[in-house]
């Protein structure tokens, strides 16, 4: 097997990484969303979604000091479940859930694409935008050309750094009687609204993939996991706080799709309209590259070798099909259904994909060195985070299940096909990523050793 060599990153970059994947599209496009279910309790649904994300680092982290493993999540899914049906399916599901990122990231592209063009959100025009962003960036990745990780780097810092200056700025203009408990909606709609919007803490698990490359990583992954999610839980809060205080719910309801730039004009006039606008469309367009080229196409690499190449080249070449599916599914998405749908689906997915890493942990507790209790909780608030999602909506809003529903029957379609008809040399391996399939081989060695010098 040829080894390749990879230039170890620090935590620093690993904090990046897991930053850049939550602030990507997820707050632009939900802000509005959250508003309007949760009212003056906003920054309440943020934190609450925050408290479970950060309590399912603790199992990332865990997990990725034990099993680091380019496979990320789907290598801790095996090595607690094994790599049978169950795995596989779930594999999937994580693959379906990139795709509803994708239209997530692309619907807020055309939202704030649309106002800034035209100054309100032209149906017509949102959907050619959603479908164009796409479409070219995916054209970009398969001609070989895509962002390098400093460029990454250099576009997180610049979108973190818009959104500080909008929440310094704003602050002075706050009304803060708007986020009173008085204005707060009803505690199970605060709740459900964080729910929803839980996708837009879906990225800080992106840090496992890099596990592997970084330097020191007993000290720099927990540092680089706990401080990313606490900074991001942070934001979040601090900018539904500015937003609800400088827009009425009223007018946060009419510019759902593009609410982060309507709560800017009150500081800022139109030049914030603008700015905000400008910093949507780099952050979703950034976060749709960086789905297509990489924790999207690594599930579908998985899928169809059963695990990761050991060769870089070997992946570009087999990650263009799946590339082509992983853009062609997210426009259909994009274009088909509302925020409200796509949301409840990405929530969803990474909520159940969240409760079985959690479960891993409990699982893998003497393996990883874990308190069990932690990953219990996490593994408690994710499940019952799930069923309150589902209960919520089945009752108030059930179309907001369709979206939700298809993909898990696509999901569970597809992996049944793949079990049935495929060969069984591409199902999954028992180590997702080669590279770990050697260390635990020479971690039983050094263990058979000591036992008998």
């Known amino acids: 097997m040829q080894a390749v060599q990879t230039k170890k990153i620090g935590w620093i970059e690993a904090f990046s990484i897991g930053v850049g994947g939550m602030v990507g599209g997820g707050i632009f496009a939900v802000l509005g969303l959250t508003i ?3 009212k003056g309790g906003a920054p309440i649904a943020f934190a609450l979604a925050g408290f479970i994300a950060l309590v399912t680092t603790y199992s990332y982290v865990k997990l990725s000091l034990r099993y680091p493993s380019e496979g990320g999540t789907i290598e801790f ?3 607690a479940f094994g790599h049978g049906f169950f795995s596989a399916f779930i594999n999937t599901l994580m693959l379906m859930s990139y795709v509803i990122m994708l239209a997530l990231y692309a619907y807020a592209f055309g939202g704030y694409g ?3 063009f035209t100054g309100h959100d032209d149906p017509f025009l949102h959907k050619v935008l959603a479908a164009s962003v796409i479409a070219v960036f995916m054209l970009i990745n398969l001609l070989g050309a895509f962002l390098t990780g400093k460029a990454e780097d250099i576009l997180v810092f610049i979108k973190v750094g818009i959104l500080l ?3 310094a700025l704003g602050l002075s203009t706050t009304h803060w009687e708007r986020i009173e408990p008085s204005e707060w909606a009803p505690l199970l709609n605060i709740a459900t609204g964080g729910l929803i919007i839980f996708l837009a803490y879906e990225g800080f698990e992106l840090i496992a993939n890099a596990a592997r490359d970084v330097k020191d990583p007993e000290k720099s992954l927990p540092r680089a996991y706990y401080s990313a999610v606490i900074f991001v839980i942070f934001l979040y809060i601090s900018i539904a706080i500015v937003a609800v205080g400088n827009v009425s719910f009223d007018e946060a309801k009419k510019a759902q799709d593009y609410v ?3 709560a800017a004009e009150p500081f800022l006039g139109h030049l914030g309209f603008v700015i905000i606008g400008i910093a949507a469309l780099l952050s979703t367009a950034s976060a749709i590259n960086a789905t297509l080229y990489g924790g999207g196409r690594t599930a579908v690499l998985v899928a169809k070798l059963g695990e990761i190449p050991a060769i870089f080249q070997q992946k570009l070449k087999h990650g263009f099909w799946g590339m082509i599916f992983l853009g062609v599914a ?4 994009a274009i088909s259904f509302n925020i409200n749908n796509i949301s409840i689906a990405g929530s969803m997915g ?3 994909v969240f409760t079985l890493v959690n479960l891993a942990n409990y699982r893998l507790a003497k393996e990883t060195q874990s308190v069990r209790w932690i990953p219990a909780l996490g593994f408690l608030l994710t499940l019952s985070a799930t069923v309150i999602l589902v209960g919520y909506n089945a009752i108030h809003e059930p179309h907001g299940l369709m979206s939700s529903s298809i993909v898990l029957l696509i999901t569970l379609g597809y992996t049944l096909f793949h079990f049935k008809f495929r060969d069984k040399r591409f199902r999954l391996k028992p180590f997702i990523d080669p590279r770990l399939k050697v260390d635990e081989i020479h971690r039983l060695r050094e263990a058979q050793n000591h036992d008998h010098p």
Do not use: K, P, W
Request: cysteine-free; overall charge negative; proline content about 0%.
């Open 260 to 262: 982060l730039a309507i």
């Open 330 to 333: 997210g426009i259909i998405f």
């Open 165 to 167: 200056l909008f929440i």
């Open 77 to 79: 899914i095996v090595q």
């Open 114 to 116: 649309a106002a800034l």
């Open 350 to 352: 990474f909520l159940i």
């Open 36 to 38: 309007d279910l949760s």
